[in-house]
């Protein structure tokens, strides 16, 4: 299952000609969590659709790309039903867009006739997408279920595909291979701790973009729990992580390995190309954020410290490292989700960078898990963030340098406070007092 995600066999973009469809997709997108730009008033554009054909024929499959006011592209699939819908994956007043001239407008990814469409129009390294054998489920879609509380895409569990998958349906689109393909598929050959992907679609749309990848089918962790789901639940039990945390900082230490075999990078630490990067995103959140300014000293200071330390070597690294891209079952830990930050721009979701970066986006990770969780023991992040250092150190066989962890920790905490104040004003708080408590340390 090893070796590069093709962008030959792609389909095709057409211009949308049902302008009341597009119309409907303007309006219901910008109300979806998995939208990236809520806060911006202006309303997408059509840049095209990908007809894709279910092989029962029960609707018209198709994929809408909306061009963003910031100039991305938004992956929307849709059927379309001349009768009332049948059995859909969510209820029928969430997957029912609306009625466009006697048209029911369903959201794609609750309708098995798109899941039927995708899995016969994917290609990849596994076997036909769907086949089945004796002792699997008469149907790949039997016990088909959309995946609850994703933000930035849309996956769908397909526990009766052979072998059980998870499509997940890529919202934000960019040319070239997409990393969640790239990466798992070069690391499905030296690391057992992702899920390989089975197959995938890609397509061709209005250039300067494209080809991209709209989606993949990967292997399902059987078993498996979420682990943001999982930490919330200990820390409202006031039971500590203890050996979860610890196996995840070497499964942690692990995945940077495989990274470094995989899909190696010769090149040194960039030291000024980081330390201005983190320079950058800091004056960015300042920027954003009114609540940051009283605290500028205390980030610039953190900022200084990293100016003359000997950075090790950038590599390929995850990107957007935190609890909820990772499941614990058991085997042990899985990683998920390679595609970097949402907001990140293609180009720097697959830039090389410091392993470390990711270390730091685990351990703000449970800041989150605490709060989400309504933890009340005050030492419960403290002890989990002491056992995924005492993890990964066991792994590197090297102590973690504490500036530079402290240095991409507030990155990430900035990071966040943008991402929550555009999307979650009320979570600004849980990152906040993470970067006060950064700035208090140093």
Same mark, same amino acid.
């Given at each position: 299952?090893?070796?590069?995600?093709?962008?030959?066999?792609?389909?095709?973009?057409?211009?949308?000609?049902?302008?009341?469809?597009?119309?409907?997709?303007?309006?219901?997108?910008?109300?979806?969590?998995?939208?990236?730009?809520?806060?911006?008033?202006?309303?997408?554009?059509?840049?095209?659709?990908?007809?894709?054909?279910?092989? @029962?024929?029960?609707?018209?499959? @198709? =994929?809408?790309?909306?061009?963003?006011?910031?100039?991305?592209?938004?992956?929307?699939?849709?059927?379309?039903?001349?009768?009332? $819908?049948?059995?859909?994956?969510?209820?029928?007043?969430?997957?029912?867009?609306?009625?466009?001239?006697?048209?029911?407008?369903?959201?794609?990814?609750?309708?098995?006739?798109?899941?039927?469409?995708?899995?016969?129009?994917?290609?990849?390294?596994?076997?036909?997408?769907?086949?089945?054998?004796?002792?699997?489920?008469?149907? $790949?879609?039997?016990?088909?279920?959309?995946?609850?509380?994703?933000?930035?895409?849309?996956?769908?569990?397909?526990?009766?595909?052979?072998?059980?998958?998870?499509?997940?349906?890529?919202?934000?689109?960019?040319?070239?291979?997409?990393?969640?393909?790239?990466?798992?598929?070069?690391?499905?050959?030296?690391?057992?701790?992702?899920?390989?992907?089975?197959?995938?679609?890609?397509?061709?749309?209005?250039?300067?973009?494209?080809?991209?990848?709209?989606?993949?089918?990967?292997?399902?962790?059987?078993?498996?729990?979420?682990?943001?789901?999982?930490?919330?639940?200990?820390?409202?039990?006031?039971?500590?992580?203890?050996?979860?945390?610890?196996?995840?900082?070497?499964?942690?230490?692990?995945?940077?390995?495989?990274?470094?075999?995989?899909?190696?990078?010769?090149?040194?630490?960039?030291?000024?190309?980081?330390?201005?990067?983190?320079?950058?995103?800091?004056?960015?959140?300042?920027?954003?954020?009114?609540?940051?300014?009283?605290?500028?000293?205390?980030?610039?200071?953190?900022?200084?410290?990293?100016?003359?330390?000997?950075?090790?070597?950038?590599?390929?690294?995850?990107?957007?490292?935190?609890?909820?891209?990772?499941?614990?079952?058991?085997?042990?830990?899985?990683?998920?989700?390679?595609?970097?930050?949402? @907001?990140?721009?293609?180009?720097?979701?697959?830039?090389?960078?410091?392993?470390?970066?990711?270390?730091?986006?685990?351990?703000?990770?449970?800041?989150?898990? @605490?709060?989400?969780?309504?933890?009340?023991?005050?030492?419960?992040?403290?002890?989990?963030?002491?056992?995924?250092?005492?993890?990964?150190?066991?792994?590197?066989?090297?102590?973690?340098?504490?500036?530079?962890?402290?240095?991409?920790?507030?990155?990430?905490?900035?990071?966040? =406070?943008?991402?929550?104040?555009?999307?979650?004003?009320?979570?600004?708080?849980?990152?906040?007092?993470?970067?006060?408590?950064?700035?208090?340390?140093?």
């Amino acid at each position: 299952m090893t070796g590069t995600p093709t962008l030959d066999d792609v389909r095709r973009t057409r211009p949308a000609q049902d302008p009341g469809v597009v119309r409907l997709l303007q309006e219901w997108a910008p109300t979806r969590r998995w939208y990236p730009a809520k806060t911006d008033p202006r309303r997408p554009t059509s840049s095209g659709v990908i007809d894709l054909t279910d092989p @029962q024929g029960a609707a018209t499959v @198709q =994929v809408h790309l909306l061009s963003l006011p910031d100039g991305a592209t938004l992956q929307v699939p849709v059927t379309l039903h001349t009768s009332p $819908p049948p059995d859909l994956l969510t209820p029928h007043d969430v997957a029912v867009l609306g009625t466009v001239d006697g048209t029911t407008v369903v959201d794609g990814c609750s309708d098995p006739a798109f899941l039927r469409a995708w899995l016969a129009a994917a290609t990849g390294p596994a076997p036909t997408p769907g086949t089945s054998d004796p002792a699997a489920p008469s149907s $790949p879609l039997s016990g088909a279920r959309v995946v609850s509380g994703e933000q930035s895409n849309t996956s769908v569990m397909l526990p009766g595909h052979s072998p059980p998958g998870i499509l997940k349906v890529f919202r934000v689109l960019g040319s070239g291979p997409n990393p969640d393909i790239e990466i798992p598929l070069a690391l499905s050959a030296f690391w057992d701790g992702v899920p390989a992907p089975l197959s995938w679609i890609a397509a061709d749309w209005a250039a300067p973009h494209g080809p991209g990848h709209l989606g993949v089918l990967s292997r399902l962790v059987p078993d498996a729990h979420d682990g943001f789901a999982l930490a919330c639940d200990h820390a409202r039990r006031g039971t500590h992580l203890d050996d979860l945390a610890v196996d995840l900082g070497a499964t942690t230490a692990h995945m940077h390995r495989a990274l470094r075999t995989a899909l190696p990078v010769t090149r040194g630490s960039d030291h000024p190309q980081v330390v201005a990067a983190l320079r950058t995103r800091a004056q960015n959140a300042l920027e954003v954020v009114p609540e940051l300014e009283p605290r500028r000293a205390g980030i610039e200071r953190v900022l200084s410290a990293t100016a003359d330390l000997d950075l090790p070597p950038v590599q390929r690294v995850h990107g957007d490292y935190h609890l909820g891209q990772v499941l614990h079952s058991p085997g042990g830990w899985t990683v998920l989700d390679f595609e970097g930050e949402p @907001q990140a721009s293609p180009a720097e979701r697959t830039r090389p960078d410091l392993a470390l970066r990711d270390l730091a986006g685990m351990l703000r990770s449970f800041d989150y898990a @605490q709060a989400v969780g309504e933890g009340q023991d005050p030492t419960w992040v403290g002890r989990a963030r002491a056992d995924l250092l005492r993890g990964y150190q066991d792994v590197t066989g090297d102590p973690v340098e504490p500036r530079t962890l402290r240095a991409l920790e507030l990155d990430k905490a900035l990071y966040e =406070v943008v991402y929550e104040a555009r999307n979650r004003p009320a979570w600004v708080p849980i990152p906040l007092q993470g970067v006060d408590r950064i700035l208090e340390a140093a």
